[in-house]
């Protein structure tokens, strides 16, 4: 069983930075994706950004050049910085991990106040 805990959401105001970081545990396939999606009342939840575990990365438009997500294999930990922060950020963002299966973190509220 794979547990993914995510922290470091706040609250922040626009133009500011925030941290999110998803630690896994358990018996977690050496060759995965991590991501983080987020999610937002009445719509549909979606990717924010992705790393593959040799380094590769994706990001949605809206938040390029803004977000960079990163990822220790050691600490099977992926992180995301979000700078530049926008009202429109605000969402519950959740961790992900797809390898043989897919996973999911609980989620984490950022909200960015103008």
């Known amino acids: 069983q794979v547990q993914l805990v995510e922290s470091g959401g706040g609250l922040v105001q626009a133009g500011g930075s925030l941290r999110l970081s998803c630690a896994a545990s358990g018996n977690i396939f050496s060759i995965n994706v991590m991501g983080w999606y987020r999610q937002t009342p009445g719509k549909q939840r979606e990717l924010v950004a992705s790393?593959?575990?040799?380094?590769?990365?994706n990001y949605a438009e809206s938040v390029k050049a803004r977000f960079t997500i990163s990822r220790d294999n050691a600490k099977n930990t992926v992180y995301l910085q979000m700078n530049s922060l926008k009202v429109e950020d605000t969402a519950v963002y959740y961790c992900?991990?797809?390898?043989?299966?897919?996973?999911w973190g609980r989620g984490t509220q950022v909200t960015v106040s103008s």
């Open positions: 790393v593959t575990s040799t380094g590769s990365t």
């Open positions: 992900n991990l797809k390898a043989e299966f897919e996973y």
